[in-house]
T-cell receptor
Framework: DAEITQSPRHKITETGRQVTLACHQT?????MFWYRQDLGHGLRLIHY???????NKGEVSDGYSVSRSNTEDLPLTLESAASSQTSVYFC???????????FGPGTRLTVL | GDSVTQMEGPVTLSEEAFLTINCTYT??????LFWYVQYPGEGLQLLLK?????DKGSNKGFEATYRKETTSFHLEKGSVQVSDSAVYFC???????????FGSGTQLTVLP
């Protein structure tokens, strides 16, 4: 069965370190998204991609970057982790222009 | 810009009670509307959707009707179960923006 996976599921890091969160999907979807989930804010879009070599900034992109070198993967990098980036991160994918997105299980990141 | 406002939680109900979670939206054009559910420790999964005015989405006993005149998409279930305990997110998809906009989520707890 097709799926979307994220790793690691839990990560503790220190302020100033670079961190990369992995996202891998086997749906063969063109569209991939990264969100962060914080209490009271719902899900906020960080970055998204509509295909290989395409990346776009979302609502809360400062301090994050992504790259899309193949269809399956969209890693999210925190260049210099800050305590404000402590959150749960979700990756999602979709196909075409239908709006329905498929979500990964999430990564809980703690920045100390 | 697009926005979604949903009923603040948490909501606590007894088993077999009637559930309503309110959701209203602001959008240009004719968005598609979604309800996603997030069970503890998991990612979001699509619960139901409606793509045009007066459409009714339904799944697992949940229903929501796309009301253009009141810009609403309220979630209802006639008899909730303990297993329905989760966080529920209302979302809209705008074809022009090609992105999902989420409400802040409503935590539902159903007691036996």
């Amino acid at each position: 069965d097709a799926e979307i996976t994220q790793s690691p599921r839990h990560k503790i890091t220190e302020t100033g370190r670079q961190v990369t969160l992995a996202c891998h999907q086997t749906w063969n979807h063109n569209n991939m998204f990264w969100y962060r989930q914080d209490l009271g804010h719902g899900l906020r879009l960080i970055h998204y991609s509509y295909g290989v070599q395409d990346t776009n900034k979302g609502e809360v992109s400062d301090g994050y970057s992504v790259s899309r070198s193949n269809t399956e993967d969209l890693p999210l990098t925190l260049e210099s982790a800050a305590s404000s980036q402590t959150s749960v991160y979700f990756c999602a994918s979709s196909e075409g222009d239908r709006g329905e997105q498929f979500f990964g299980p999430g990564t809980r990141l703690t920045v100390l | 810009g697009d926005s979604v406002t949903q009923m603040e939680g948490p909501v606590t109900l007894s088993e077999e009670a009637f559930l309503t979670i309110n959701c209203t939206y602001t959008a240009t054009g004719y968005p598609s509307l979604f309800w996603y559910v997030q069970y503890p420790g998991e990612g979001l999964q699509l619960l139901l959707k409606a793509t045009k005015a007066d459409d009714k989405g339904s799944n697992k006993g949940f229903e929501a009707t796309y009301r253009k005149e009141t810009t609403s998409f309220h979630l209802e279930k006639g008899s909730v179960q303990v297993s329905d305990s989760a966080v529920y997110f209302c979302a809209l998809y705008s074809g022009s923006a090609r992105q999902l906009t989420f409400g802040s989520g409503t935590q539902l707890t159903v007691l036996p």
